[in-house]
């Protein structure tokens, strides 16, 4: 069993830059993957990035490349997301989800244990 905690939400002003933790109570193996995923009031939970546990595989949605980066400490057992040129489309619950698979999903179900969430407004 993989507990997971999110941190680091808030609210910030269109432009502004906000850094998300997650930290998974158990130290995973090389095979696990985590993920960041965001639900909007009245949308659809979205995948949003993706990291393979060694960092050599990562994913975006597109409308995020280049204004987001994830990261991880393994050491740590945590996993990052940089957020900057953040946009009230931005906002949102984001998610952290854990997979025992190697590769970067984008689905949902993929994902065996989640997180609370933690909250992001972008205001205009």
């Known amino acids: 069993q993989v507990q997971v905690q999110e941190s680091g939400g808030g609210l910030v002003q269109a432009g502004g830059s906000l850094r998300l933790n997650c930290e998974a109570s158990t130290r995973t193996t090389s095979t696990h993957t985590m993920a960041w995923f965001r639900q909007a009031p009245g949308k659809e939970r979205e995948f949003v990035s993706g990291i393979s546990w060694s960092g050599r595989n990562t994913d975006y949605v597109a409308s995020v490349r280049g204004r987001f980066t994830i990261s991880r400490d393994a050491d740590k057992n945590t996993v990052y997301l940089q957020m900057v040129g953040l946009k009230p489309e931005d906002t949102a619950r984001y998610y952290c989800?854990?997979?025992?698979?190697?590769?970067?999903?984008?689905?949902?179900?993929?994902?065996?244990?989640w997180g609370q969430g933690t909250q992001v407004t972008v205001s205009s």
């Open positions: 989800a854990v997979t025992q698979f190697g590769t970067v999903s984008r689905q949902i179900d993929a994902y065996a244990w």
